[in-house]
């Protein structure tokens, strides 16, 4: 009997999804099954873009291809252009608004700060962002009927209401409707740096301000298989000598505790639970700003040479752990 598998791609920027991309090829090459059909596929900020992707019909390779500038003849990406390297607006964000960006989200933060992650907190003090996902748009409708959501019959999003702080799962049963693209736009709206979107009312920022992964949301789900790509969490670190690198991979390690607390409460129901992140070499391509297009080659190019290796040692820790 073929496992129930869930497929989880997290919060990364450029960078993130350049890494996630090489590790959705050895986690098929390794794994040995087509993420185009796990059970349940959710994403979150620049994984959310990866999951229409493949909800959609894109496969791994074909992501691949694309982001290394190869033509790709058929399927829902054939004759499609995209500047990787322009689409999300470059390395830093333009001079946002003026104003907070939540007055009512910074009140819950301060009436009950234990509700609120540190960064959905913080969020409410960003000013409103002008920089453009546009282009990113323009994607996600190339490949989706306009104002219909995923062929993918279990294709989720995470967002974060801008308003109340609470995180918000697009296409999960039950939820509110939105078009794809809508829910995506707001899955990568970062504070700040993107305006959030406006779904029914409702304005949405991105989910991974409250968490990276949201891996906990697949409990209660009897999956057997659950696989976490994870581009801002890490078990292998390297030894950055910059202030600003010790402070991402403090941050990196803040992240990873709180993914592995999550991925606890789905492993607790018998799931086994792979958890994969860049490594010390994947680290070394990405730097410090997961927005640099310009280190995006060499970190799909180190992530194609090294998550096949690391998802093999996740799989036996995971399999190790379970049993």
Known sequence: M???????????GVLG?????GALCALEQVAGFDVREADVLMGTSAGSVLAALIGSGVRSCELRDHQLGHPIG????????????????GPLPPLPKA????????MQALRRPR????????????PEGRGSLWSIRHLVDAITPAGEWSPHP????VAMDYDSGKRVVFGRPGSRPAPLVEAV???CSVPGWYAPVEIDGRRYVDGGTCSVTSVDLLAGLELDEVYVLAPMASFDYDEPTSVAARVERSFRRTVTRRMLHEAGRVRAEGTVVTLLGPGRQDLEAIGVNLMDPARRLAVIETSLRTSADALRRARAD???WSE
């Open 2 to 12: 073929t496992p129930r598998r869930g497929l989880v791609l997290g919060a990364g």
């Open 17 to 21: 999804a350049a890494w996630t991309v």
């Open 74 to 89: 058929a399927g829902p990406l054939g004759g499609y252009s995209f500047d990787y390297d322009r689409g999300t607006g």
């Open 99 to 106: 104003g907070l960006g939540s007055t009512r989200l910074l």
């Open 115 to 126: 509700s609120l992650t540190p960064l959905a907190a913080m969020s409410a003090l960003m």
């Open 154 to 157: 279990n294709l989720w999003v």
């Open 185 to 187: 736009l707001a899955s």
């Open 318 to 320: 995971s399999f190790s």
